[in-house]
């Protein structure tokens, strides 16, 4: 089936989709958010989907609304039979929506109805979930509220992070959207409708959520750094230095006397928190400086067992 498709992403998550279903179809145009002012010489960045696209030779539209009746009529005059969308970053009134022919489809990273919104992925280790997913999902002009065309399972492990989440999830989007593009434009698959219950909100991450308060449980310590790394970066200060945390580890285990939350137990990071077990930190960064796994951090930068993180 030759199909015309629109599709509609920004980020590196949605490249690997992208390049799916330029290999069996006919992408007739991607939009991306317009380029961004970046970097230490301020100049414009175009999007990871708005080079790709570029360099399979797909004609790019930035547009910075889709509310304005010039650019519908753009997008109708493509005569699209389907638009794909993943982690786009603009709302699709109506008129976008039913501008193709079989309406759009969206690549949502989470197990619907469960975190609907704009971080589902990285709500989903915050919370301790132990499995996540991606959803192909009919839109409608609601938030995440479409009928589900299928669904892909991943675990959440404990080495599971935000940055391994986003790579696994990227990759399994792509290797569903062509069959299901095939067979919802085909008409030989339905769509279920979300569940009632178990509806869960994915905020935007607030970059003051990514400051390690070390008075919270451990566990909530270890799924914090975890969920940010490597974006925004986990993070504490101590002796006036902020350091990201990339990796960790929690450690089900209480001392007779473990000291303050945020003090070493050990040579090798054992932190204490606030319900007295731990948090063995395994990866850190100190501002302007490469990674570094605990051992090589610790010849740069000793830390004194007893030291106290604030």
């Not at 304005?68 to 009134?93: C, H």
């Not at 501008?99 to 989903?124: D, T, V």
């Amino acid at each position: 089936m030759s199909l015309r498709v629109v599709f509609m992403g920004t980020p590196d998550f949605s490249v690997p989709a992208l390049r799916a279903l330029d290999r069996e179809f006919q992408v007739v145009c991607v939009y991306s958010r317009p380029p961004r002012i970046a970097g230490r010489g301020q100049t414009l960045r175009k999007s990871a989907v708005h080079t790709v696209a570029e360099e399979l030779g797909i004609a790019v539209r930035t547009p910075t609304t889709l509310r304005d009746a010039a650019e519908q009529e753009s997008l109708r005059a493509l005569e699209a039979d389907v638009a794909v969308v993943a982690a786009y970053g603009l709302l699709l009134p109506s008129e976008v929506l039913q501008a193709p022919r079989h309406g759009c489809i969206n690549i949502h990273a989470s197990l619907l109805p469960r975190w609907r919104g704009a971080a589902p992925l990285q709500r989903s280790i915050l919370a301790g979930d132990e499995e996540t997913g991606i959803c192909l999902m009919a839109m409608d002009e609601g938030l995440d509220t479409g009928d589900v065309i299928a669904t892909g399972r991943v675990p959440i492990t404990a080495e599971t992070t935000g940055g391994s989440l986003h790579d696994e999830l990227a990759e399994l989007g792509a290797s569903m959207i062509v069959d299901g593009v095939r067979c919802w434009c085909s008409g030989t698959c339905g769509a279920v409708p979300q569940a009632h219950e178990g509806v869960t909100y994915a905020a935007k991450i607030d970059k003051k959520e990514s400051r390690i308060l070390w008075e919270i449980p451990a566990r909530s310590v270890d799924l914090q750094i975890r969920a940010f790394s490597p974006y925004p970066g986990a993070w504490f200060e101590w002796n006036g230095e902020r350091i990201r945390v990339l990796r960790s580890r929690f450690e089900d285990r209480r001392f007779a006397a473990p000291g303050q939350p945020g003090e070493v137990l050990d040579d090798a990071l054992l932190v204490n928190c606030g319900d007295g077990r731990c948090v063995r930190l395994l990866e850190l960064q100190r501002a302007g400086k490469s990674p570094l796994d605990a051992d090589a951090f610790l010849r740069g930068l000793p830390v004194p067992v007893g030291s106290v993180f604030g």
